[in-house]
């Protein structure tokens, strides 16, 4: 079936990195790609999206863009803050079904 | 931000008590979906609906059933809760316009003892 593979956690940077989170899915047909942020005690927020191949999702300083031919959806920022210290989830909406697969999450602590 | 509010937003019960937790969307959205997160496991679908009296199980619905009767309330149910069902549980909201969109409600943190 479905599936969405995230690089483990946690993660930890320097504020003013580059932050690369991998995520890599196993699909039929051209699934809908998300990555959803939760900050400590909160639900998930949608964070970006993609929809077709080649697409580039960004939102607050984030991106990712949509890899049909590596099956990818890394998610990228170039300059983190404390702020972004959160758990990030890959997730894939399939064509023939009404869920949403959330990969495991991945960590991320910010450091002054 | 979307208008959805989950009850209780922290229970504690023993095992072998009955629980319900609500949900409440505003937005008139069609499907809801309950959720549990926890360490290691991620988040992981209990059940979901796809409109009023329309419902089908997730990937760990044992122990766990749920009621929409109306378009805005999903209620899950543990019928007789157990220490394993300790979690944090999820409510979602989505549209049917095919960009598939969750909108998560706060949680509620249920402690089975």
């Known amino acids: 079936g479905d599936s969405v593979t995230q690089m483990e956690g946690p993660v930890t940077l320097s504020e003013e990195a580059f932050l690369t989170i991998n995520c890599t899915y196993t699909?039929?047909?051209?699934?809908?790609l998300f990555w959803y942020v939760q900050y400590p005690g909160e639900g998930l927020q949608l964070l970006l999206k993609?929809?077709?191949?080649?697409d580039k999702g960004s939102n607050k300083g984030f991106e990712a863009t949509y890899r049909k031919e590596t099956t990818s959806f890394h998610l990228e920022k170039g300059s983190v803050q404390v702020s972004d210290s959160a758990v990030y989830f890959c997730?894939?909406?399939?064509?023939?079904?009404?869920?949403?697969?959330f990969g495991p999450g991945t960590s991320l602590s910010v450091i002054p | 931000d979307a208008g959805i509010t989950q009850s209780p937003r922290h229970k504690v019960t023993e095992t072998g008590t009955p629980v319900t937790l609500r949900c409440h969307q505003t937005?008139?959205?069609?499907?809801m979906y309950w959720y549990r997160q926890d360490p290691g496991h991620g988040l992981r679908l209990i059940h979901y609906?796809?409109?009023?009296?329309?419902?089908d199980k997730g990937e760990v619905s044992d122990g766990y059933s749920v009621s929409r009767s109306k378009t805005e309330d999903f209620l899950l149910t543990l019928e007789s809760a157990t220490s394993s069902q300790t979690s944090v549980y999820f409510c979602?909201?989505?549209?049917?316009?095919?960009?598939?969109?969750?909108?998560f409600g706060p949680g509620t943190r249920l402690t089975v003892t």
């Open positions: 979602a909201i989505s549209q049917s316009d095919g960009t598939y969109e969750q909108y």
């Open positions: 699909a039929t047909g051209y699934p809908s």
């Open positions: 993609a929809t077709k191949a080649d």
């Open positions: 997730a894939l909406k399939g064509t023939s079904y009404d869920k949403v697969i």
């Open positions: 937005e008139n959205h069609r499907y």
């Open positions: 609906s796809y409109g009023v009296k329309d419902t």
